[in-house]
């Protein structure tokens, strides 16, 4: 019997788009739209965003929504400049072809996942491990790495 995988790609890019166009978030309203062109280089401006705002009080209150919105984000960078055909797909079919992501600890981090089927990479986790470690955790150098294999 032949499972059926969902795909959330229209629903992770829309997503991604919250992050800089939320009328009801005012930490969108920060933001510049023309500055998300899903270019590497703009990765930026989610680094300098994520370096200031871990700082602030409302930042444990909007953490899930934050790495939600920045990995979608980064993902979606991903997926534009990578060679591979990336999709976007949530934990439990993710366990499908890929069953190694049940070791891994259950945090907002896993929740959608990019995958060809052959190659996982985890976008949210990226963005959760970058807020802990600072810029050891280059979300420019992940992306660009992801774009060359």
């Not at 871990?54 to 920045?70: A, D, G, M, Q």
């Not at 985890?122 to 600072?134: A, D, H, Y």
Request: net charge neutral.
């Amino acid at each position: 019997m032949t499972k059926i995988l969902h795909i959330f790609d229209d629903e992770v890019h829309e997503i991604s788009i919250l992050l800089y166009l939320d009328p009801q978030d005012p930490n969108a309203q920060k933001f510049k739209p023309e500055q998300f062109d899903y270019s590497i280089e703009s990765l930026k401006y989610i680094e300098k965003y994520l370096l200031k705002s871990r700082k602030e009080n409302w930042f444990n209150e909007t953490y899930n929504r934050i790495v939600l919105r920045c990995g979608s984000y980064l993902g979606e960078v991903v997926k534009k400049h990578s060679k591979r055909e990336y999709h976007w797909f949530d934990y439990k079919t993710a366990m499908i072809f890929e069953p190694s992501i049940g070791n891994y600890e259950n945090s907002i981090g896993i929740h959608f996942v990019l995958s060809d089927q052959d190659r996982t990479v985890f976008p949210l986790t990226k963005i959760e491990k970058f807020i802990k470690n600072n810029k050891e955790n280059s979300l420019r150098s992940f992306a660009q790495v992801l774009s060359e294999i």
